[in-house]
C-alpha cells in the first residue's frame, strides 16, 4: 500500500528535476562559449584515448565537460550558472526551488591515483573487536 501523497511528491520531484535541466540547457547554451566542451573532451582523449565507441560513454563525457564548463569559477570567483542565475529572478515557487538546488551545487573532481587494497578498520589492526 503507498503511502499517501507519494506519487504526487515523486511527481513533484521529476518537475523539479527537469526544470533544472532545463536551465541547466539554458547554460550551456546562453554562456558556455561555443567549442569548449569539445575542446575540453580532446584535451582528455588526445594521446591519451581513443574517442569511445559507445554513445552512452561519449555523452558521459561530453556531460561531465559541460558541468566543468559551467561549474569552474572564473578569475572573479564566479561560475556560469552563479552568473545566470544573477541574472534572472525566479518567478514561481518552482523557479525559487530551482534557483536553490542550481546555487547550491558544487562539482568536486578527484584523481584516484592508485587502487589499493581494503583497509582493517583500527579495531582489527590491534586485535580488538
Avoid: N
Avoid at 569559477?73 to 556560469?80: A, D, E
Amino acid at each position: 500500500m503507498p503511502m499517501a501523497g507519494t506519487s504526487y511528491d515523486i511527481e513533484a520531484d521529476f518537475e523539479t528535476l527537469e526544470a533544472i535541466g532545463a536551465h541547466v540547457e539554458d547554460v550551456v547554451e546562453r554562456l558556455v562559449p561555443p567549442g569548449a566542451i569539445q575542446k575540453t573532451l580532446r584535451r582528455w582523449l588526445i594521446g591519451h584515448a581513443d574517442l569511445p565507441e559507445d554513445d552512452d560513454a561519449l555523452g558521459c563525457l561530453t556531460v561531465l565537460a559541460a558541468d566543468l564548463e559551467m561549474f569552474t569559477p572564473s578569475v572573479s570567483g564566479r561560475t556560469m550558472v552563479d552568473r545566470y542565475l544573477k541574472a534572472r529572478t525566479p518567478k514561481t515557487s518552482e523557479d525559487r526551488q530551482v534557483f536553490q538546488a542550481l546555487s547550491a551545487a558544487q562539482l568536486r573532481l578527484v584523481r584516484i591515483v592508485d587502487r589499493g587494497g581494503a583497509v582493517p578498520c583500527p579495531s582489527e589492526r590491534s586485535g580488538h573487536g
